[in-house]
């Protein structure tokens, strides 16, 4: 069956940095688009970025030049790399296959 199995969240101050992984089983993953998706506290879920199987990349707004999706199909996973954290950027990080399924989630804290 699926696994998306997400880590890397954790407490950071603004400004700082982290990069959570998602590994990824029980489908061809080299095949697959990925995504990453966040859900602030009382806020509905928002695309945060998106890597295509060719390797195309989508960002939203305002994350754009802080954040960098990446994969390692050798390794079935995907990368969120994020830098200059901001307190907005708090909430679960999901990841996910596009239409399918969902991880469980990793929280993310920006704060000081």
């Known amino acids: 069956q699926v696994q998306l199995v997400e880590s890397g969240g954790g407490l950071v101050q603004p400004g700082g940095s982290l990069r959570l992984s998602c590994a990824a089983s029980?489908?061809?993953?080299?095949?697959?688009?990925m995504a990453w998706y966040r859900q602030a506290p009382g806020k509905g879920r928002e695309m945060v970025a998106h890597?295509?199987?060719?390797?195309?990349?989508n960002y939203e707004e305002s994350v754009k030049g802080r954040f960098t999706i990446s994969r390692d199909n050798a390794k079935n996973t995907v990368y969120l790399q994020m830098t200059s954290l901001k307190p907005e950027d708090t909430g679960v990080y999901y990841c996910?296959?596009?239409?399918?399924?969902w991880g469980q989630g990793t929280q993310v804290t920006v704060s000081s």
């Open positions: 029980g489908f061809i993953f080299s095949r697959n688009p």
């Open positions: 890597i295509s199987s060719d390797n195309t990349k």
């Open positions: 996910i296959l596009p239409g399918a399924y």
